[in-house]
């Protein structure tokens, strides 16, 4: 449990740094906030839960499913014009993907070991 704690705080943090580097803004709106966790999601349950702990997914089709899901919603983006597609913002799903991933198999492991003991 320990570690999922350390995960998320040291993820919000660098999130923090990230969006005032990156994004020059401290608390971001909330079509940034849906746009962000659903990466963060995507990452969570279908790279760190599917795909590395429960090998459910190839590592092709956990690609795939989420290159279309990112594409799905940079095209929602580009349509409602909220955002442009630059390079900020892909380093920011980027790091939104890994952090969810590494957040999907830390937890995984951590339920797994509760189900089992």
Known sequence: MKIIIFSIITGSVLLYFLNVALLKTYLPNLDWI???????LVG??????????????????????????????????????AYRLNFEIILHGIY??????????????????????
Do not use: C, P, Q
């Open 34 to 40: 849906i746009h962000a966790s659903l990466r963060f």
């Open 44 to 81: 969570f349950l279908v790279i760190g839960v599917s795909f590395w702990y429960a090998k459910a997914l190839t590592l092709k089709n956990a690609l795939v499913i989420t290159v279309f899901i990112v594409i799905a919603d940079y095209l929602y983006d580009y349509n409602i014009e």
């Open 96 to 117: 939104m993907l890994i952090w969810g991933a590494i957040s999907g198999y830390l937890t995984a492991i951590y339920v797994k070991e509760k189900l089992t003991n």
